[in-house]
């Protein structure tokens, strides 16, 4: 099973990477975080499920919405993957550990901070707190 745990941090990354779309189309605009259920901004169809699987729905779906055809922005792509990146690296930094789920929830919250300041110029407190918590004690565990 040399692969198993590689892939369960790059399907991980994947999932938390989509949140973090969301996230960062939703927060800017004063939209929550949980309702209305994920939709196309232009059409205004709720999405269903084959429409919201990270990477893969925006590679099927070439880039547009199923309904409308409005083109979804690569930068959701590469968000997600970006975020794939971060499991795949802290993985590769400590195997599945306690310590390498830390690790990876800091990088996730470096990337949602990130975005959301290059983006919105806005700040996002508890998400960068606990990135840095998170990654603060990762280095601890490592020394």
Do not use: N
Not at 51 to 60: Q, R
Not at 89 to 112: D, E, I, K, R
């Amino acid at each position: 099973m040399p692969f198993f745990w590689p892939l369960v941090f790059a399907v991980l990354g994947s999932v938390f990477g989509s949140f973090i779309t969301c996230a960062l189309y939703r927060v800017p605009r004063g939209l929550s975080l949980r309702q209305p259920p994920s939709m196309c901004p232009d059409c205004g169809t709720r999405l269903g499920v084959p429409d919201l699987v990270p990477v893969f729905s925006w590679l099927f779906l070439r880039g547009k919405c199923r309904h409308c055809g409005m083109k979804v922005s690569v930068y959701y792509l590469g968000v997600e993957l970006l975020c794939v990146g971060c499991g795949l690296a802290a993985f590769a930094m400590g195997g599945p550990a306690l310590g390498t789920f830390l690790l990876f929830v800091g990088l996730l919250c470096a990337v949602s901070t990130g975005f959301l300041w290059v983006q919105a110029c806005q700040f996002a407190p508890r998400t960068a707190v606990t990135g840095s918590i998170c990654c603060m004690l990762w280095v601890l565990m490592h020394c």
